[in-house]
């Protein structure tokens, strides 16, 4: 295998991947086994993660990212094992808000919209990133004798970059059957700065930081959305999930040395339109 073939490579590695069992969470864990890594996949349902076991080889692990003991306790037992050598952070809430009462009884209006959904996307999608970029980033640190190895990945979306366009969430009748809630994208932009932060922070180490933003992945939408939404997109299309796994594994790998602090944006274009 050539130089440039084998910078892909992860046999030996070992990486870690939150949100494992979710649609990308899947495809991850599954890039990463194809690169030849050892995946440590962590998710708060244990069901699904037996489920996943089921088909493909990965190391299920049962973790709240919101819980900074229980991420502590998961982390240092992986690292007890060996070097971390990469960190997928892709646990998230992906509120949806439709007409027949939002979200935990609220309204899908703005000025009725429950302070605890807001405040579980927070949690989640910032805070458990947080803490497991925490966690990981202190076991990396001690990596390399002390100066540091390891790459770090987070999930972002094309919601961090542009406000979501509510008009695909409107059917065929022109009802707005359908909301995406401000607590998404808000979150998803504060993915990327704190990613943007982390990796100034870890400057002239062997610790890098970036951030796939991935656009809408097909996952048996309503034809009419699906329809909607790839209008809005140059290829005209939704992606497959798995088309997003050789961009993990090329931010995962030394494929990507060279490259932190950055956002690698994979959404069929719906961000230049």
């Not at 240092?76 to 949806?96: C, F, N, Q, R, Y």
């Amino acid at each position: 295998m050539g130089d440039t073939l084998s910078s892909f490579e992860m046999t030996g590695r070992r990486a870690l991947v939150t949100g494992a069992a979710g649609l990308l969470g899947r495809e991850f864990c599954g890039a990463l086994l194809d690169a030849g890594a050892e995946v440590f996949a962590l998710d708060l349902d244990g069901c699904r993660l037996e489920a996943l076991t089921r088909t493909m080889d990965v190391r299920p692990v049962v973790c709240d990212i919101t819980d900074s003991g229980d991420v502590s306790s998961c982390v240092e037992s992986i690292a007890a094992g060996g070097d971390i050598d990469a960190l997928v952070a892709s646990a998230a809430v992906d509120p949806k808000v439709d007409d027949t009462g939002g979200i935990h009884g609220g309204s899908p209006r703005f000025s009725a919209y429950p302070r605890e959904a807001w405040e579980r996307s927070l949690v989640v999608n910032l805070t458990g990133t947080f803490l497991v970029a925490q966690a990981v980033g202190e076991v990396m640190e001690r990596q390399a004798g002390g100066r540091g190895a390891g790459s770090i990945v987070t999930i972002a979306s094309t919601y961090g970059l542009a406000a979501p366009d509510q008009r695909i969430y409107v059917d065929e009748t022109g009802s707005q059957r359908a909301y995406k809630p401000l607590d998404y994208p808000t979150t998803k932009a504060g993915v990327l700065g704190f990613s943007r932060a982390l990796a100034s922070y870890y400057r002239q180490t062997g610790i890098r930081v970036n951030t796939l933003t991935p656009g809408g992945a097909y996952n048996g939408q309503d034809p009419g959305f699906v329809e909607r939404y790839s209008a809005r997109t140059i290829m005209g299309r939704m992606a497959e999930p798995g088309e997003y796994r050789a961009a993990i594994v090329f931010l995962c790998s030394e494929a990507s040395s060279y490259m932190t602090g950055a956002n690698l944006v994979v959404d069929g274009g719906w961000t230049a339109l």
